[in-house]
C-alpha cells in the first residue's frame, strides 16, 4: 500500500480525545513492517499525538469463481481448447438442428 493512501485513511478516523478527524499534514508514517503501518497523528484541534498501527491485509488470489463440480473440472482441465473446427462443427450442427430440444436430448440419452 502507498502511503498517500494509508494517509487518507488515517485522515478517515477521528482523535480518540475530541473526536475532530486528522489532518493529511498532520499524519506522519514512522515505518512499516510487513503488514504493519506505523503512524504519528497530530491532532489539529487538541494537539493529542496518537500512534495508529494500520494492519494492511495483502491481496490473497481467491480461488476461481465457477459453478463446476470437481470431476467437471478435471475434465475441462485436460480436454484441449475449443478449436476452429469444433466452431465449424458446431456452425454446421445449429445450422441443421430444427430446434427440437426434446428430440436433441432423448437421442442424447441412448
Ligand atoms: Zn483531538
Not at 55 to 76: C, H, I
Amino acid at each position: 500500500m502507498e502511503e498517500r493512501v494509508l494517509r487518507k485513511l488515517i485522515c478517515s478516523i477521528k482523535c480518540s480525545s475530541c473526536g475532530q478527524p486528522y489532518e493529511a499534514q498532520n499524519v506522519e508514517v514512522l515505518g512499516c513492517s510487513d503488514e504493519m503501518w506505523f503512524v504519528q497523528a497530530l491532532c489539529s484541534s487538541c494537539h493529542t499525538q496518537s500512534l495508529v498501527v494500520a494492519m494492511v491485509r495483502k491481496e490473497r488470489q481467491s480461488a476461481p469463481l465457477t459453478d463446476l463440480n470437481k470431476s467437471e473440472m478435471g475434465k475441462f482441465m485436460v480436454s484441449g481448447a475449443v478449436s476452429s473446427d469444433d466452431l465449424l462443427q458446431m456452425h454446421e450442427y445449429l445450422k441443421a438442428f430444427d430446434g427440437d430440444f426434446t428430440g436433441l436430448f432423448e437421442s442424447q440419452k441412448t
